[in-house]
Each structure stands twice: as structure tokens, then as C-alpha cells.
């Protein structure tokens, strides 16, 4: 099988970046002997790292606890540290404060071999095969969740989105039986886990504090329900198609198993790939809309558009959703649930040909990255249009990095993405929603950044015969205005349709994988098997020229990589 393709970029050369002219970092003004900034590390660390670019620019040094942090910020400093090599640059070495929520022996605390063959092990319930089978499940839980909710009421946007996302993401990612285990229980002993993830963590994550001493009780506790399903499970001798099944069988190359421990922890991984993103980017995604109600209209007219006819929430309805998904990108952008990404410097580099340190630790920070103007113009107001044609933001290369970057990229993004639409899908056209009253804010306590509680909004009951009548203009002034907003929406979707539609006479092309980033996910074999496959976790190509006519589809595949890993170039 041919493969000639080649990565776009040279390879991090560390010993060449380390003899460089280098200089150094400039520091961040203020702070306390022998303390330097620790004391806002722990307390407002957005606000460290805002203060750090704006005084410093790109490259900021900071000081916490005697260990010098480098705050790195702008898509070319961001690209060279995503592109560095671990041994060079290691994220490893930096989330050692996981260790506690993961286990011992997972993950992070195990050698690079090792965990890569633990993280590749996630890699069965977040391929393209099984991908296109979890709206329907995110459909039917969502459904199944509004029930109760009667005709109005008041609901906790994001306590709502919390527990429901935990949900669908364990029925999807782990299984029907797991699913069918969780509990009220469950949802707090999980909520106590992520809350024991706070920034005071990567000084010491073994402080005698109570989140860490919840934390620790709920993965103990967590530990005994998942060993009593595994127990039942071997000892029924049922065998289900499902990741919890996937694990039980899984072996490391020296061909031992995974212990009832290291099981656990990778059930804790995979939840973490599928829910906290999830569950607070869909409740920011609601409250941004109703601080934005031309969006509303804009998500509405789409979803009724799609999904007239009473159409089912499938894979290929959701590909449609294309301004409900620049809604949840922009909600991302504005509010990214991770808002620090550590490295730990293994070895003396550069960056931006700053001088890097063997111990420093590299920091970056998609809150602050995503609020550059040169980058994001109009960074501080709710833009989707940003990420429509001519020139989507987002395509920008490692200037959008709510899901990180890299060969490191969160390997859920593109879960995270189909089960937000999908669950937006089911409650907006199901009922009208708007604020409650409570101050819409960041709650920054944790590394998750969700809205602060309360969140609440009402919510009605949505008529489906009345969903157009309902937003029918009721004077002629308003007539103008739906008439503009009408063919917006025209030449919007025009340019879309041109964006995406087959070209006449197909130029011809090549397709070149960056083999750096691609973590096999298999969306692009499942939109063209006769050029792509994946063999051993990585791509493979039959061709890097594939005859024109196929042109289309591989545009598609690149355009669906969740990695942005394949490109297309006319020969």
C-alpha cells in the first residue's frame, strides 16, 4: 500500500532550538518574595494570565512557588509547542495532579509506552464507525430526560446539562449495561471527582483540603461500582458490544490485561473525553442564545428547515446543523472549559527563540488566546459568523484551541461536538427558553469553567404547528426586518451550498496527511475507504493523487478530520 505523503512541517529539532540565539522571557511585574505570583495562581489565574499577555506580550514568564511558568500565547508560538516532542515538552510531566482522579498506574503515571497504549485503548469508542451511532442514543436520553418537565417550569441550565450529559456520555462511550448502573449516586460521586480538579492541584495534589479529600473518597467509591460491574459481568460470562467490554479484553503487548483498577481509571478517562466539555459548553451554548436572540432565530428557522417532517436526529441530519455549530464553537471560543494547558520543559529549548529552561513548565491558555484581537477580531463579543465563508476563524492554524492541540488533541472533540447539537436539537424544538434573572457569569473556582450557580431559565412548552406562525412579524416595520433577516439567511446559505457543492470538472489534486497530529479516528476512511484506511492508529493512503473525480469527497474527509490532519492541494 503506497503512502507518500508527507507532514507540512519540519519536526521540533530540540537540540537546534536549544543552541540557538535565544533571550529571555520577559517577566510579569509584581508578586512577593520567595511566593512570586502564587498567591493569584491559586486565587484568579485567568486573571494572571490576561494581565501576563497584555504586560508582556506573546511570551510572559511568571513566577509560583520558586518554579518559573511560561505563558505562551499566538497561533506560532502555540504551534511550536503543540509540535514539540514529549521528550522535549511533556504533558505528562505537568498533569501529574490527574494521577489522583485517574488511579495509579493509568495515564499519567505510567511511562510514555504505556500510557500511549492505554490512550489508544479509548480510541475504539470514539471511531468514526461508533460515532455514527450516538446521536440516536443522545436523542433518546435527551428525550427521555424532558419528560417530567410538564408544560413551564424553572430548570438549572447547567445542573441540568451536567447530569444528562453524564448520561448519554456513559450510555454512548461505555455501554448500555454501565448506563443502566448509573444512579443519583453516580452523578455526585462524579461531580465530586471533577471538582477535586482545581488550580492549587499542580502545585500539590495531595493538599489536605476538602475537595481533594472528596475527591479521593468519590474515586474510591467510584472504584467499587465499576469492579461490582465488571465482577457481574465475567462472572455472567455475557459478552456486549460496548467500550466496558473493550476494556475487559483489551491487552498490553506484553499480553497481560487491565486490571479492575486500571479499568476504572480508564472509564474515568473516557468520561472525562465525553462530559465536562460537554456539559458546560451545551449550557453556555443556551445562555448565549438567549443573550443573543438573533441567533435564537437563526438556530430555530435551521432546525425547523432540517428537521420538518418530523425527521429523526441522526448523524447525517446533525452535519446540517451548520449554524447551530458555529453557535457551539463561538460558545467554546468565549468559554472554554479548559482555560490552562501545561508542558513540562524535559530538556533546554526555545520558544519564539525565548529561552526555555529544563524544569520550567510551558503554559497556554485558550481563554486568553481567544481573545486576541489580531487573531479573533471582535474577540469579546458572540460572533458565529466567524466561522462561516469566505474564511472561517477556526482554520486558522493552533489560533483556536479550546480543545487543545496537536498529537495531544483532546481525542473527544469531536464527540463533544454531535452530542451538544444533538441535545440542542431536541430542547430548542421542544421548548422556548428564556433567562430567569440570575447574573450570567464564569464560575472560575475549578479547571472546568462552567457558569456560576445558580443558572436558571424558564422554559415552555414549544407547539410544533405554531413553531413559524409564532415568529411571524406583527407590523410592517418588523416585515422589514424579517425580510433582511430572510435573505441574509439566503446569501448565507448560497455561500455555504457553493462552499460545499461538487465542482463541474474536478481539478486534480493531492492529498497530504500531517502525521504529526492524526490520532486515527477514522472519519476520513469512513467518507472515502478507496483512498483512506487506518492501520495500526494512523492513516494510510492507496494514493496521494486519487483521480479528480473524488475530489469532493476528500475535501469532505478533510473537512470532518476532528484533528486537522488532511489537507487538499491542486497539482
Known amino acids: 500500500m503506497p503512502d507518500t505523503t508527507t507532514s507540512p512541517r519540519p519536526a521540533h529539532d530540540a537540540r537546534a532550538a536549544a543552541t540557538r540565539p535565544r533571550r529571555a522571557a520577559p517577566q510579569l511585574r509584581g508578586g512577593l518574595p520567595l511566593l512570586g505570583h502564587t498567591l493569584s495562581f491559586i486565587r484568579d489565574l485567568t486573571g494572571l494570565l490576561t494581565r501576563a499577555r497584555e504586560e508582556c506580550g506573546e511570551v510572559a514568564s511568571i513566577k509560583v512557588l520558586g518554579r518559573r511558568i511560561i505563558l505562551v500565547t499566538g497561533p506560532k508560538g502555540q504551534e511550536e509547542v503543540f509540535r514539540a516532542p514529549d521528550d522535549v515538552l511533556s504533558p505528562k510531566a505537568a498533569y501529574k495532579m490527574m494521577v489522583p482522579v485517574f488511579g495509579k498506574g493509568v495515564v499519567y503515571d505510567c511511562d510514555d509506552a504505556r500510557m500511549q497504549e492505554q490512550l489508544m485503548m479509548l480510541m475504539p469508542a470514539l471511531k468514526n464507525r461508533r460515532m455514527r451511532t450516538y446521536s440516536g442514543i443522545v436523542a433518546r436520553e435527551t428525550e427521555q430526560s424532558l419528560r417530567g418537565w410538564g408544560e413551564r417550569g424553572v430548570i438549572d441550565i447547567y445542573e441540568y446539562m451536567q447530569t444528562l450529559t453524564s448520561f448519554t456520555s456513559s450510555h454512548c462511550l461505555l455501554g448500555p449495561e454501565f448506563r443502566g448502573e448509573m444512579s443519583a449516586e453516580f452523578s455526585r460521586v462524579y461531580a465530586d471527582l471533577e471538582r477535586g480538579i482545581v488550580p492549587i492541584g499542580y502545585l500539590n495534589a495531595h493538599l489536605p483540603i476538602p475537595a481533594f479529600r472528596k475527591r479521593d473518597r468519590a474515586r474510591a467509591r467510584l472504584g467499587e461500582m465499576v469492579s461490582e460491574i465488571v465482577e457481574r459481568r465475567r462472572s455472567s460470562g455475557r459478552r456486549e458490544e460496548d467500550f466496558l467490554q473493550t476494556l475487559m479484553e483489551s491487552r498490553y503487548k506484553d499480553g497481560s490485561g487491565l486490571t479492575s483498577h486500571e479499568i476504572t481509571g480508564m472509564l474515568v478517562a473516557a468520561m472525562f ?17 438567549l443573550r443573543n436572540p438573533e441567533w435564537m432565530q437563526h438556530v430555530r428557522r435551521e432546525l425547523d428547515r432540517v428537521y420538518a417532517g418530523d425527521r429523526a436526529v441522526d448523524f447525517a441530519s446533525l452535519r446540517e446543523l451548520v449554524k447551530t455549530e458555529w453557535v457551539v464553537k463561538e460558545a467554546l471560543r468565549l468559554h472554554p472549559p479548559l482555560f490552562i494547558l501545561l508542558r513540562a520543559a524535559l530538556q533546554d529549548t ?14 497556554l491558555s485558550p481563554s486568553v488566546a481567544h481573545r486576541i484581537e489580531q487573531v479573533f477580531p471582535e474577540a469579546g463579543s458572540f460572533c458565529p459568523h466567524r466561522y462561516g465563508p469566505p474564511e472561517p476563524e477556526d482554520l486558522q492554524p493552533f489560533a483556536y484551541i479550546a480543545f487543545g492541540g496537536g498529537r495531544h488533541k483532546c481525542l473527544g ?18 421548548f422556548d427558553f428564556e433567562l430567569f434573572g440570575d447574573p450570567i457569569e464564569a464560575d472560575f473556582h475549578g479547571l472546568v469553567i462552567g457558569p456560576k450557580l445558580p443558572a436558571r431559565v424558564r422554559y415552555r412548552r414549544r407547539a410544533k404547528a405554531a413553531r413559524v406562525d409564532a415568529e411571524a412579524p406583527a407590523d410592517e416595520d418588523a416585515d422589514a426586518d424579517a425580510d433582511e433577516d430572510a435573505i441574509e439567511d439566503a446569501i448565507e446559505d448560497a455561500v455555504e451550498d457553493a462552499a460545499h457543492e461538487r465542482p463541474a470538472a474536478a481539478r486534480p489534486f493531492r492529498v497530504i496527511v500531517d502525521r504529526d497530529l492524526c490520532q486515527g479516528h477514522g472519519v476520513c476512511e469512513g467518507e ?35 484533528q486537522r490532519a488532511l489537507s487538499v492541494v491542486d497539482l
Open 350 to 363: 526555545t520558544v519564539l527563540g525565548y529561552q526555555i529552561r529544563r524544569g520550567d513548565w510551558i503554559a
Open 413 to 430: 472533540n469531536a464527540f463533544a461536538l454531535l452530542q451538544i447539537k444533538a441535545i440542542l436539537a431536541i430542547l430548542l424544538q421542544s
Open 273 to 289: 473525553a465525553g462530559h465536562h466539555t460537554s456539559s458546560v459548553t451545551a449550557a453556555w451554548s443556551i445562555l448565549e442564545l
Open 528 to 562: 472515502l475507504a478507496e483512498v483512506f484506511s487506518v492501520v495500526d492508529g494512523a492513516v494510510q493512503l492507496t494514493t496521494d493523487t486519487p483521480p479528480p473525480e473524488l475530489r469532493a469527497r476528500a475535501e469532505e474527509a478533510c473537512r470532518y478530520c476532528p
